[in-house]
């Protein structure tokens, strides 16, 4: 028996040994070199941007910045545009190491929360709870005793339940689901418990955090202040009635079923809102009568600087109109200010409503001309002049001069450089017209200091190092404060990924993508293409400025891949209306021909991409639309990895779901027993799911799953799977236990499962069918 065992061990050795080749071999270990713990590690030891920390008030400001030779901390006078070291390293070593005994190293320090002297020669800082003064002139330092007043600060206790009024003297807080105010002690107020609400209760609490409740404890809540330390603000958000769902703990000591509340698109019953008005000092809480459609969302943005105003907005169910209105907060009388009309839906991401001068002027984003731009209002609603118009779009606003009436934000949509750009304009509040003053070919970001005269902008671009660049607000540059060291980056192998411009379906729009390439890539070899995917449709994802972090695709690029991310129509708002209102009603389906077709054309373009070897990964959105694409062009796609995808958006989030893809509002009369007629309201939603096409599978597809998602419920893949089961189809899957939307430290483990499932399917490799360990790569 152990002879004939010893043959046929023999001859099932020989029979794994002359299994086909693959048609080529995934590079498992040059991706695992590429592992982001790796490259993110290199590059978290070195910045890409600054911060900058001003002083005293002046615009003169100090930074820090790491490089491979440690971390520096610098000096700026954009006066005259001088930058310098705030003090040198092994200087401060030796001083510090001196005085402490400590071992102190030079590359390895980090400081925090610099106070300078008013003629700012010398600042303090804390290290091992001590404060130590340095004197920049003469390059001493010097430890600093305590005063009785900072160990009387550092001895008063404070809980992270504690939402403290701007002057710190009130405390808000919940319990049992109602709001308390009471007097902070440190300061001398009374500190005697006032409960403020008494309607609080389990879906309809006053607390931050829905779960976790225990009787009589002190917990945070979401209630907001004014400026006047006197009022604050809540949106009560009423979920009684909303449907519970489920997902089932399997890790617990015990399997337990975890019920929340979550609303789909077309239910009857969602969420309602309330907007509640506090008094600290008369010990108030009263609610505002902001009602004007049904089931309509409630959102505030600013204050008034008194306190006697709380701006909001509020929004029909069908996102079609909103309303911007104030309240006051000591006569609670209501006012509707702005009226607008947007269909088939007001974006909800790129909307923006600025109050200056405690609402006497209102900077109003309205995309009523096709294009996003402002407008200026008057407090009463009365529209005072366009700000900014064109074939472009405005984005956010990041600085304001108020003195000079003068606006600061971004610009993107102009098809002049790649459109998702974001570049820095300056408006006059009073006149129609903007001024481009970041013109650098790139992804712009800003960050003003407080006088407005300058601002530090950095800007990069995938395949470009960010420039980190002090300028004036004329957008002159001044100086630059600093340079990205990536030398160990460079060393280990990484190459900056490659822009491309195709055209989307119609033929007419242009489409921006991402490509990356192995790092030994050989322009004579042929290589599958593997599209990472995300539809929008409030942001498509695509990459546009420089980053180690780009959702696999480095890595997955070095198993032997060309990888690639594209735009497409309807992905985001940031090229205007009709751009955008691409997908309305149409959302399992509206980006699918663009990809297909960006695709074509790179193999059309590039000899060394394969187009009968197409792969296509996403998560969330991206799961959705990775399914989608494999079932709709069943020939095309050869393999997809699809990872909680809501693949039935009639059981996903009602607010996304109604929305981008639409819900029709039927009003309906009916009348009591008593023959008193009143309106009723029914939402209709209808959208297409992945489940009507599981019968048209035709390649490999793994679809993934958390089995406590309960963002996109594992329900959507389930029925997906069911689908496919019923079709009779073959397909992988892999549900991860006690995962949620993302995966935690499961994360690497799916990763690797995806990289060996590409790697079979579309290199031919099936090695890791034989590995037990799935950490092995090679």
Request: neutral net charge; charged residues 30%; proline residues 3%.
């Amino acid at each position: 028996m152990g002879y004939k065992f010893g043959i046929l061990l023999a001859l099932f050795a020989g029979g794994l040994v002359t299994v086909a080749k693959p048609q080529q071999q995934a590079n498992y270990e040059l991706a695992e070199k590429f592992n982001a713990f790796d490259l993110g590690g290199k590059l978290s030891r070195n910045s890409l941007a600054i911060y900058p920390h001003e002083i005293n008030g002046t615009d003169n400001f100090w930074f820090d910045f790491q490089t491979t030779d440690g971390k520096f901390y610098y000096y700026v006078t954009p006066a005259n545009g001088k930058r310098e070291l705030l003090f040198d390293n092994d200087e401060m070593a030796m001083a510090l190491t001196e005085l402490t005994r400590e071992t102190i190293d030079p590359k390895d320090f980090s400081f925090h929360e610099f106070k300078f002297s008013k003629d700012q020669k010398s600042f303090t800082f804390e290290h091992r709870s001590k404060t130590y003064e340095y004197n920049r002139i003469n390059r001493k330092l010097k430890e600093i005793r305590k005063t009785d007043d900072d160990k009387r600060t550092e001895g008063e206790v404070i809980y992270s339940w504690m939402n403290f009024s701007p002057d710190r003297k009130y405390i808000l807080y919940a319990k049992n689901h109602n709001l308390y105010v009471k007097g902070n002690k440190a300061l001398g107020m009374d500190t005697t418990e006032v409960q403020l609400t008494f309607d609080g209760m389990p879906y309809y609490t006053y607390a931050r955090e829905r779960d976790g409740f225990e009787p009589d404890k002190e917990m945070a809540t979401n209630a907001r202040w004014c400026k006047d330390s006197r009022h604050a603000y809540f949106v009560l958000e009423d979920e009684r009635k909303l449907r519970d769902s489920w997902v089932i703990n399997s890790l617990s000591k015990v399997p337990q079923l975890e019920k929340y509340k979550y609303e789909f698109p077309g239910d009857k019953h969602v969420t309602q809102y309330e907007l509640v008005i506090i008094d600290a000092v008369n010990k108030t809480a009263r609610k505002a009568n902001v009602d004007k459609w049904p089931d309509q969302y409630v959102m505030v943005f600013e204050t008034s600087s008194k306190g006697d105003l709380v701006f909001f907005e509020r929004t029909k169910r069908t996102w079609d109109e909103v309303d911007v209105c104030s309240v006051n907060t000591n006569t609670m009388e209501v006012k509707e200010i702005i009226h607008e009309v947007d269909k088939p839906y007001r974006d909800p991401h790129a909307r923006n409503v600025v109050i200056l001068n405690d609402g006497k002027d209102i900077l109003f984003r309205s995309e009523r001309t096709g294009w996003g731009h402002y407008y200026h209002y008057d407090g009463d609603g009365n529209l005072k002049n366009t700000i900014t118009s064109g074939k472009w779009n405005c984005g956010h606003i990041v600085a304001i001069d108020t003195l000079g009436r003068e606006i600061y934000f971004y610009g993107y949509g102009n098809e002049d450089v790649n459109p998702f750009y974001y570049r820095v304009y300056k408006a006059n509040i009073d006149k129609e017209g903007a001024t481009l003053i970041s013109k650098e070919d790139g992804q712009h970001n800003a960050h003003f200091l407080q006088s407005r005269r300058y601002y530090v902008d950095t800007y990069s671009r995938v395949d470009m190092e960010p420039k980190i660049l002090l300028k004036n607000d004329q957008g002159k540059t001044i100086v630059e404060l600093a340079k990205p060291d990536l030398r160990a980056v460079y060393d280990a192998g990484w190459k900056q990924p490659e822009r491309f411009v195709v055209k989307a379906a119609d033929n007419a729009t242009n489409l921006y993508g991402v490509m990356w390439k192995p790092s030994d890539f050989n322009p004579n070899k042929k290589y599958p293409i593997i599209s990472v995917v995300y539809p929008g449709p409030y942001f498509g994802f695509v990459p546009t400025g420089f980053s180690l972090s780009d959702r696999y695709s480095s890595r997955m690029a070095q198993l032997g891949f060309i990888v690639i991310a594209v735009g497409h129509r309807g992905d985001s708002p940031m090229r205007g209306k009709t751009y955008h209102r691409f997908g309305y009603g149409n959302m399992r389906d509206y980006p699918l021909a663009d990809d297909k077709y960006a695709i074509e054309q790179l193999a059309s373009r590039y000899s060394f991409i394969d187009i009968n070897k197409v792969g296509i990964y996403g998560h969330s959105g991206g799961g959705f639309m990775a399914a989608s694409a494999i079932l709709t062009y069943p020939d095309f796609y050869k393999a997809a990895v699809s990872c909680s995808g809501n693949h039935d958006n009639y059981i996903y989030n009602r607010g996304w779901g109604e929305c981008y893809n639409g819900v029709r509002e039927i009003e309906k009369t009916v009348k009591d027993s008593l023959g008193n007629e009143r309106k009723e309201y029914e939402y209709k939603f209808s959208v297409k799911t992945n489940a009507e096409l599981a019968k048209n599978l035709k390649g490999h597809l793994m679809l993934v799953t958390g089995d406590e998602d309960k963002n996109v419920n594992p329900a959507h893949t389930y029925r997906l799977a069911h689908a496919l089961i019923e079709s009779g189809k073959d397909f992988d899957m892999l549900v991860i236990p006690g995962a949620g939307h993302g995966y935690g430290s499961a994360d690497k483990y799916f990763e690797k499962k995806m990289y060996r499932f590409f790697a079979k399917y579309l290199l031919g490799d099936d090695r890791a069918d034989y590995w037990g360990d799935i950490n092995r790569n090679k």
